[in-house]
């Protein structure tokens, strides 16, 4: 299922850069706390932020480890008094609310577990005022730890198959020393500040037959050992999963053992024509309204071609098509992610972007970046 909890009319989204240690004071007075501070996922986080006015709703939304901005609404976990991302505070003022973190043993509505992605969380609670100005705002910064798994009584190995490194590609796993005929979980554990897509928060380990779809890739997520205890499956990752090092995980409840794998899904290796030029205006997007436009010359005349974003974290994205004019130029309006971020309101990921096109008929390639720069003030 997807790991969001319901559309926003609308939503405020905040500044992606580095943020003080729990509690945090921010400048228009509010105050925010968090018991505990930091745990693996799984652990469960109570957040109090006082200096607000008496039996008012305010908004909370969170900061990713990658950077990127997202709603408490569209968080699996987050729990108020009110929900979809808002809080009302007491008499005295104090907004308090939950965020039960993922571990991937939860069963999600519709199937499918997931564990959050490691690393700072920094929740943010702000007042609104008369034409959205902020009248306070608190953030607090939590941290999700690694749980280490141990590799116990089995054995796993990777191998690519299948298409080519950068397109789809296919991994083939192997593994043996299960009991025979016993089952065998399996879920993927993501590369570091792998940013989630559209309504999907970042995660560090998905069940690779659900949540799998909304990262990049599918497989099956629980396979059973033949008369010799060995299994075998296989994984497909898309051009919209991240790149990286992955990790494939199997464990069998009945016996106890487990194994692990590690393996390289990799970005495909662009070669520009030399002779092809693109550039994009602006050359820098703020997260939140990240529109630009591709701008290509010295292409064939009529030339049809194909472009597309590649995010820092080497997701890619498809964001349209052009044909050259008679003098070779051509000119394309594009939203840096095609969209992927905006249903419900999400931010970009910070950072330096990639964007490429390419002429299906001969292979001519150009490219170009733009940054992505995080909010500096709320919106």
């Known amino acids: 299922m997807k790991r969001w909890l319901g559309m926003l009319a609308s939503i405020a989204l905040v500044l992606a850069f580095a943020f003080s240690v729990s509690p945090t004071h921010a400048a228009d007075g509010a105050r925010c706390y968090a018991d505990p501070i930091s745990g693996p996922p ?22 990713e480890p990658d950077g990127r901005a997202i709603s408490g609404a569209q968080i699996v976990g987050f729990g108020s008094n009110v929900g979809n991302g808002n809080i009302l505070t007491d008499q005295e003022g104090t907004a308090s609310f939950a965020w039960q973190s993922q571990d991937g043993t939860r069963e999600l509505t519709g199937g499918g577990t997931f ?4 690393g700072d969380w920094t929740w943010v609670v702000h007042q609104l005022g008369a034409a959205s100005s902020v009248l306070a705002r608190g953030e607090v910064r939590v941290t999700l730890e690694s749980a280490n798994w141990e590799q116990v009584g089995a054995t796993l190995t990777a191998s690519a198959s299948g298409a080519a490194v950068g397109d789809a590609v296919t991994f083939n796993f192997n593994g043996s020393g299960f009991w025979r005929d016993e089952y ?42 033949n008369e010799k205890g060995e299994i075998g499956f296989a994984v497909l990752f898309t051009t919209a999963a991240c790149r990286g090092e992955y990790s494939a995980t199997v464990y069998a409840p009945g016996s106890g053992y487990g194994a ?16 092809r030029h693109l550039i994009v205006v602006p050359d ?13 010359s010295n292409w064939n005349v009529n030339q049809a071609v194909d472009c597309w974003s590649t995010r820092p974290d080497g997701r890619s994205f498809n964001v349209g098509s052009a044909t050259a004019d ?16 905006t249903a ?22 150009a490219v170009t970046t733009v940054t992505v720069h995080a909010l500096t003030v709320d919106p």
Do not use: M
């Not at 393996?263 to 030399?274: C, M």
């Open 184 to 225: 065998v979980n399996v879920w993927v554990t993501l590369p570091p500040n792998c940013s989630g897509r559209a309504s999907v928060e970042g995660a560090s380990a998905d069940d690779p037959y659900y949540q799998g779809l909304f990262d990049g890739f599918f497989g099956p997520n629980t396979v059973k050992a």
């Open 115 to 118: 564990a959050h992605q490691l």
């Open 284 to 296: 820098a997007v703020d997260a939140l309204n990240p529109l630009l436009t591709i701008l290509g």
């Open 42 to 63: 799984g652990t469960k986080f109570q957040i109090s932020c006082t200096g607000f006015s008496p039996n008012t709703t305010v908004n909370a939304y969170v900061v």
């Open 326 to 341: 008679a003098n070779g130029n051509f000119a394309l309006d594009i939203h840096i992610s095609g969209f992927d971020s």
């Open 344 to 365: 419900p309101y999400a931010s970009e990921e910070p950072g330096v972007w990639s964007v490429t096109c390419r002429a299906p008929s001969n292979g001519d390639t």
């Open 260 to 275: 692990i794998a590690t393996f390289q899904v990799s970005g495909k290796t662009i070669a520009p024509s030399s002779t």
